[in-house]
């Protein structure tokens, strides 16, 4: 969740890059942050309860120094403040976190260190200074801790004993050693890098990294390692906003290209090409995710079960670990992560490979420890997404999915694909805001809609309230007198959606209860349907069934963004979220 940028270089400008990239990486964390730099052989430190722009505001950028290490914090162990950020130091060794660590007040027993802040980061950091103290070998310290932590971590610390030498650490927490001719980055991810390069190593759990006049890369049992040098498939663009005002809004930009990368990897010439394997021995399939990777799943198992006649069952990760399982060898399971490091989904694939169950991972981010853990991997090569809210990635996850389920379908006229970027072209011209207008200053909202429209009300919903903190909900339109029609006043938003034309007339009817009752009812459809049931209507084009879904998903991402565009909220940063949840 938090961002980790540490630097190493030869030209004395580590400072200044250390903040470039905790910029890019703020979209992992963003309550605090804060940076450590060694200049005349001192470790100094700066950090602040706001953003990195504050943080900048605080340093002379042009201060010399060869090797710094910063952090965006997403709080876990104490509040969001400036005492609690990170960097933190203790004697010697000052260390950026990212993770849990769940033993630490065993650890805490085991030092005698006075504590300033509320963090496990900072007992990490009395313990790793206490057994430097014991050994003055840093190899042998970071090796011992990772025997006595328990936890998740990724660490990137320096140490005023030798001013000249970066190290890391990681345990089920991204961290990745990227490098160019001149220098070194320790990065959570690639974007915070990418503008000096694209070159990488992976860093395995309990590998042990040190840069000083190169980099060495140890086992946990201090051997020395030979990995091989890997390249990132994004530039520095991706991370970019090339002209748009958010990521977000550039990002649901994107989703064409997005779709042009699938079909023209899975396809040939309009049929599935070697890239899509076959999965015909499964008769069920479960779906895992988290957030709008379980929605996806939601919409995505009606094609399973209505085109494939495959049995489906969608889960959220966080239930699913604990939770029991009547899966059997005839059964797929579909990991579904952008980021790849979501810490439930992860632990859920963990319990369903150790159950002996064969496990796929639909995943945005190439080498994320989902991709290289489960079974069998299809990239859905969005690209880098930094926006929190996710757009283009669950396009993509969907798609994906819609492609498997045709191919266990048996169908491969897929022809029909070609036509959704036009299609999308004519929903990006729509006016959203003169519906987001009658939206923005409403306290709740709700989203209405039956079968796969119900999975597309769960997302539409999802991302209203995520990016503009109106209380929104998603019901099964046949539920709302069941309860939820109480909630309906005059001019309350109500969403009604329909794309399947065998359940219009049912949610018609619905969208008419609410209408009747005062509802603001905002009528969003691929069909062509009119009538007097609602206030305004959003008409996207119509392909078919289980193609119009991604176009009613842009209709629902443009028209969040805009209402929080009209709030004026922090779109690519909402309070309180953060991209990569790597922790449970
Ligand atoms: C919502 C959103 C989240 C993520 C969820 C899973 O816009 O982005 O709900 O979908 O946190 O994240 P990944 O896909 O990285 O596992």
Redesign the pocket.
């Known amino acids: 969740m938090c961002g980790i940028m540490g630097i190493i270089n030869k030209k004395g400008n580590a400072i200044k890059k250390v903040i470039e990239g905790l910029e890019k990486l703020e979209y992992r964390g963003y309550d605090s942050c804060g940076i450590a730099f060694l200049t005349a052989n001192k470790i100094e430190t700066i950090k602040t309860k706001g953003r990195v722009k504050d943080l900048k505001e605080l340093i002379d950028t042009d201060t010399k120094s060869n090797i710094a290490i910063g952090h965006t914090r997403w709080a876990t162990h104490g509040v969001a403040s400036t005492i609690n950020a990170h960097p933190h130091t203790v004697g010697d060794i000052t260390i950026v976190h990212n993770g849990i660590i769940e033993n630490y007040k065993e650890l805490s027993e085991n030092i005698d260190t006075k504590l300033l802040s509320e963090t496990d980061t900072e007992i990490l950091c009395a313990y790793i200074n206490k057994l430097y103290n014991e050994n003055h070998d840093m190899l042998k310290t970071l090796a011992k801790l990772k025997t006595d932590i328990k936890g998740s971590y990724a660490l990137a610390i320096i140490n005023e004993d030798e001013p000249d030498t970066l190290y890391g650490v990681r345990k089920n927490i991204p961290l990745i050693l990227a490098k160019n001719d001149n220098e070194y980055f320790l990065v959570s991810d690639m974007t915070a890098a990418l503008k000096y390069t694209n070159k990488f190593y992976l860093l395995e759990n309990d590998e042990i990294v040190k840069i000083s006049d190169k980099e060495y890369i140890y086992d946990s049992d201090l051997n020395l390692l030979k990995k091989e040098l890997l390249t990132f498939e994004g530039t520095s663009n991706d991370v970019m906003l090339k002209g748009y005002p958010h990521f977000m809004l550039k990002e649901i930009h994107e989703e064409p290209m997005v779709i042009n990368n699938i079909l023209s990897y899975y396809l040939t010439d309009g049929k599935f090409n070697e890239n899509m394997p076959e999965f015909k021995k499964y008769k069920n399939i479960y779906f895992v995710?988290?957030?709008?990777?379980s929605y996806t799943a939601d919409i995505a198992k009606k094609v399973f079960e209505n085109y494939a006649n495959i049995k489906c069952e969608v889960f959220l990760a966080s239930e699913f670990r604990y939770q029991k399982h009547f899966y059997d060898k005839d059964t797929l399971v579909v990991f579904?992560?952008?980021?790849?490091?979501?810490a439930d989904?992860l632990e859920a694939l963990r319990i369903t490979k150790s159950d002996g169950i064969d496990t796929l991972a639909i995943v945005n981010v190439v080498g994320s420890s989902i991709a290289r853990e489960a079974g069998k991997v299809l990239y859905i090569k969005a690209g880098t997404e930094i926006a929190?809210?996710?757009t283009k990635?669950?396009t993509a996850q969907y798609l994906l999915l819609t492609l498997i389920a045709l191919k266990m379908a048996g169908i491969n006229d897929l022809s029909k694909f070609y036509k959704i970027n036009e299609a999308l072209e004519t929903v990006f011209a729509i006016d959203f805001q003169k519906y987001a207008e009658k939206i923005y200053t409403k306290k709740d909202a709700f989203f209405i809609g039956r079968g796969i429209d119900y999975g597309l009300c769960e997302e539409g919903s999802?991302?209203l309230k995520?990016i503009s903190y109106i209380n929104s909900s998603a019901f099964a339109s046949g539920e709302l007198k069941h309860g939820t029609i109480s909630l309906i006043e005059k001019d309350t938003p109500v969403m009604g959606i329909i794309t399947d034309e065998n359940l219009a007339l049912k949610t018609i009817s619905n969208i008419k209860e609410v209408h009747a009752r005062g509802a603001y009812s905002l009528f969003i459809t691929s069909l062509d349907i009119d009538g007097d049931f609602y206030d305004d209507k959003i008409k996207v084009p119509h392909i078919n069934n289980y193609i119009d879904p991604i176009l009613i998903v842009a209709s629902l991402q443009l028209l969040a963004y805009n209402v929080a565009l009209l709030k004026g909220e922090d779109i690519d940063k909402p309070r309180n979220l953060a991209?990569?949840?790597t922790v449970e």
């Open positions: 995710g988290c957030g709008s990777a579904i992560s952008q980021s790849g490091e979501t989904t929190v809210a996710t990635a669950f999802l991302k995520e991209k990569s949840v």
